[in-house]
């Protein structure tokens, strides 16, 4: 399996669930691709401005965006090649899901680091 993860809405503040996301991926042996368009790199890891930025393969985005806003990225985000898209909680965007799964992508609302603490992932 592909161990590349995106993160949509990645943060350098320690107390931010993306970035606990980050850190206990890594620790899990994914491998994290960073998305947001104000930092050069978080903890030593490049980040991409976008997604469409990204040119590796990626397995799953996990989404840590408010729904106002990944309601703006909404074409990036079906455009994204991926075969998961978790929405975290605060994330859900029912108006993604049905284009999503038309286009052969799972669509989860999940806790990344329950999925990842409970082998779900």
Do not use: W
Request: hydrophobic residues 35%.
């Amino acid at each position: 399996m592909n161990k590349n993860v995106a993160i949509l809405g990645a943060s350098n503040h320690p107390d931010r669930y993306s970035h606990k996301a980050q850190l206990l991926l890594l620790k899990k042996g994914y491998s994290p691709i960073l998305v947001n368009p104000t930092h050069q790199e978080i903890d030593g890891i490049k980040c991409y401005t976008s997604l469409d930025a990204i040119i590796e393969p990626v397995h799953t985005l996990t989404v840590y965006v408010s729904p106002e806003i990944s309601s703006k990225l909404k074409k990036d985000i079906l455009n994204f090649k991926c075969h998961r898209v978790i929405f975290n909680p605060g994330s859900e965007n029912d108006s993604l899901y049905d284009d999503l799964r038309k286009n052969g992508v799972e669509v989860e609302e999940a806790c990344t680091l329950v999925l990842l603490n409970s082998g779900q992932f």
